[in-house]
């Protein structure tokens, strides 16, 4: 330190730290690409200045491990004593940005600064990690931002008028309270009290309160989240949201705790008590604080920012402007990164192994995955022109039996998007949900906090244990599920908060178990007034199942004994988020033949619904309409197509109509195609496939006598009178499975070519040996029954499921000329469909 003549200290160590960060701004070069944006070479800081006016900026960010690779003597300075050489930073700012753009700092306004913000510092601590030892340093501190206050104007130098003698004193610097002159500069006045604020010479600047609180994931076992306030200034208020995952950089200070030196009654005080009382210490009780002789803890740590980064998961943020998820910001792609998600989309099978790549820790379960990639993608967020908000967003509930991963698919979600939170219904009331009026410690005033719906704004909320939600907690969320808003009305609070959020829900039937024979709606604790506003509704039932049940535990040994190495997702949890940020910034339209599309298939679902004997698991209305939209505008999205085609549209209709079908084992109508068999036997077309398999049949059943299938004998009769044949859905799975899987079996055993598939002759006669092994028959007729069955099975799968493709017809086995019949189905060549994905 040095005295000059006037009497005013210098600070020569700060001088010198601000002559060299004014070079370093100066004469820094980037040497290689900066972020993509292909600025040219040359100064740095240069252009960061050039590009202050049209962002209508007062602020100059500068990136820290630029000044760590410039000097290392001043990094030190810097990080060590930032407090004390903050106000020469900001000169030095101010100077450079004169030499460049004098006519930046209007004449009328000499005085105004130009703030500096450091980022991307080595470091960035926890909040647990902050003590009084980080007090002046330059450091970076990450966490979730709870309750953000109003911005109000916060006096930084105050110009003072005395009452007594009319004397004016410029630039008071505010100590983070309202600081008046000690004294009168006047000799002849000694005016220590009387003082008249002039506002118009004052420098007022933008302030914000933040409170930040620790992420989940950085809390000990068996600790509290800590949290702490911070204060946010001039061009970075209104930067961090409830919800967001924000990186502050800045500096710990202290201040005075306001709540504790105003409220009354015991608190800690620096005080001696008497010999007379210490004396009687011995006899009295200690009487808290007070009584232990303990120093003033009337003071709190609290942060001040002077940049903000809200972490988005998906690459480094730009801190100079904040964009909403629905944005068209593309543009902030890499080249690079453009080609990397072009090479995704084009991969061959792409959607199918989009989808295996959505939590690779799960076995099978195929649908659940793609509904779930489809709400991370989301359709397309409309309005009306009476500013009616239309939802783009899609809800999914899971209800299932207990071990069945629901869980895990929800911890996998909330850990893939930023604003993503993950709660239990069973602790979360309505408040906590929506929104909650709470009264400002400091001022009094009431304020908002935001619930787990707001803070996943633009994000996913998943909800465990939906169904052990209290009823009058359930209709709170009635709102935000459809018209994606909060409406609070109370403490004279009324306002309307958004929450454009995707809820995935997951919830466990009301006995323990799902109960096949009784509909959904009588399964969950759920009112039909939440069930219709999820746009797909699946169910997952534990049933014991000797090669599903042999995959299933397969894949959890692999997993807990290698690890990473067990999964092989086509594409990383890394490619996934960057394709799913880039997919959300189109906005796909219908074309017509869509529209037309959507418009049968929704009349086609309203007339199943009201046909008696039909069971679905709730009532079609418009908002299943809406419902298609949204997911045929996602899988768009998905393929990255700006137009919804017809084949988006059937895809999604397939979709709900498999999620609202009841699980009850309900029964399947094969008869179209039972009575195409029959007529072929008439015609004598296929009378040879039928004598090989069933002659087979019976010489394999010479000694077969055990307890039959109960599929078989209930409808033999039908199959007898040859015009009625119903099964079980659970007997259509069942040899669904078992016909893919000798199929996907043919198709690995080919080594180098081959004939591509089975005859469906050797199909059914694999599938009767397998059932005749198992005693299964005790008849010649049931065998019988069961060709018959398996064949309208295998048409079924062929023309109405799509799940198989037929390779070859047979016609080169039936010759040629006048006397060739036409090519028998028992004769044609089987293979599984290029796009099934059996399901577990």
Known sequence: MDTNGGGFTVDEKAVRVENIFLEFLKT??????????????????????????????????????????????????????FIRFEPYLRNACKRYVMELKPTFIPDDSPNKDINVAFYNLPVVRKLRELTTAEIGKLV????????????????????????????????????FKYTEPIICMNATCQNRTNWALLR????????????VQEASKEIPPGSLPRSLDVILRHDIVEQARAGDTVVFTGTVVVLPDILALASPGERAESRRESS???????????????????????????????????????????????????????????????????????????????????????????????????????????FTHEGINLRGDINVCIVGDPSCAKSQFLKYTSGLVPRSVYTSGKSSSAAGLTATVAKEPETGEFCIEAGALMLADNGICCIDEFDKMDPRDQVAIHEAMEQQTISITKAGIQATLNARTSILAAANPTGGRYDKTKPLKYNVALPPAILSRFDLVYVMIDDPDDQTDYHIAHHIVRV?????????????????????SYAKTLKPKLNPEAKNLLVESYVTLR??????????????????????????????????????????????????????????????????????????????????????????AEMDLNGAGSQPASENKENADNNKSGKKLVISDEYFQRVTRALVMRLRQHEDSLVHGGLAGLRQRELVQWYVEQQNEKNNYSSMDEAAAEVTKLKAIIESLIRREGYLIVVDDGREDVGDGENARPPSRNERILAVAPNYVPDS
């Open 560 to 580: 807990h004994q290698k690890r990473e190495e067990a999964l092989s997702p086509t594409f990383t949890t890394a490619q996934v988020k960057r394709y799913i």
């Open 140 to 175: 970076s501190v990450s966490g979730v931002v709870t309750r953000t206050s109003e911005v109000r104007p916060e006096l930084l130098h105050g110009t003072f008028k005395c009452l007594d003698c009319g004397n004016v004193i410029k630039n008071v610097e505010q100590q």
């Open 607 to 696: 007339r199943g619904d009201v046909t008696p004997g039909s069971r679905v698991a709730y009532r079609m209305t418009v908002r299943q309409l809406e419902a298609l939209i949204r997911l045929s505008e996602a899988l768009a999205r998905c393929h990255l197509d700006t137009e919804v085609h017809p084949r988006y549209v059937r895809l999604a209709v397939k979709l709900l109509k498999t999620s609202i079908i009841n699980v009850e084992s309900s029964e399947i109508d094969l008869s179209e195609f039972q009575e195409e068999n029959n007529e072929e036997d008439v015609d004598g077309n296929t009378g040879n496939g039928d004598d090989d398999a069933s002659g087979h």
């Open 276 to 382: 007379r009382k210490n004396g009687m210490a011995g006899q009295e009780g200690v009487k808290g604080l007070r009584a232990l002789g303990v120093r003033d803890l009337s003071y709190r740590l609290a942060f001040i920012a002077n940049s903000v980064q809200v972490c988005d998961g998906r690459r480094d943020t730009d801190i100079r402007n904040r964009r909403d998820a629905d944005d068209n910001d593309s543009q902030q792609f890499t080249p690079k990164e453009l080609d990397e998600i072009q090479r995704m989309r084009n991969t061959p099978d792409f959607f199918n192994k989009l989808v295996d790549s959505i939590a690779p820790t799960v076995f099978g379960h195929q649908d659940i995955k793609r509904a779930i990639i489809l709400m991370l993608m989301g359709g397309v967020h409309k």
């Open 28 to 81: 820094f070069i980037e040497t290689g690409e900066i972020n993509g944006a292909g600025r040219s070479y040359g100064p740095y800081y240069e252009a960061e200045v050039m590009a202050m006016r049209p962002n209508e900026s007062n602020t100059m960010f500068v990136d820290f491990s630029h000044v760590m690779r410039f000097n290392d003597v001043l990094q030190r300075a810097i990080s060590d004593e």
């Open 200 to 211: 118009q010479e004052s420098k007022f600047t933008d302030w914000q309160r933040v409170r």
